[in-house]
């Protein structure tokens, strides 16, 4: 069973910095598509940014040049670093891993990230 562990969420001030982290246990994790996606209160889930193996990436319009995805196979962990923060980046962000193989997808529980003054 492939379990996902986010963290690096919190309260940040309009301009500011995170990164997020997403540790992987159980299944191959350089064989996933790693992504992150995000959900404000009222709105549905959305990608933000999409890594593979050996690292393609995609972003969403709303984060290009802000955001930017990567992963350490060494470590089983994918991140997120979020520069240029903005009250409308405010949302639950969830790490996902998409197995090609078996046509799966894990999830998750999700980290808040808070941008406010």
């Known amino acids: 069973q492939v379990q996902l562990v986010e963290s690096g969420g919190g309260l940040v001030q309009p301009g500011g910095s995170l990164r997020l982290s997403c540790a992987a246990s159980g299944g191959t994790f350089s064989s996933f598509v790693m992504s992150w996606y995000r959900q404000a209160p009222g709105k549905q889930r959305d990608v933000v940014a999409t890594?593979?193996?050996?690292?393609?990436?995609n972003y969403a319009d709303s984060v290009k040049g802000r955001f930017t995805i990567s992963r350490d196979n060494t470590k089983n962990t994918v991140y997120l670093q979020m520069n240029g923060l903005k009250p409308e980046d405010t949302a639950v962000y969830y790490c996902k891993a998409y197995s090609p193989y078996f046509d799966r997808a894990y999830w998750g529980q999700g980290t808040q990230v808070t941008v406010s003054s």
């Open positions: 890594i593979t193996n050996p690292g393609s990436t």
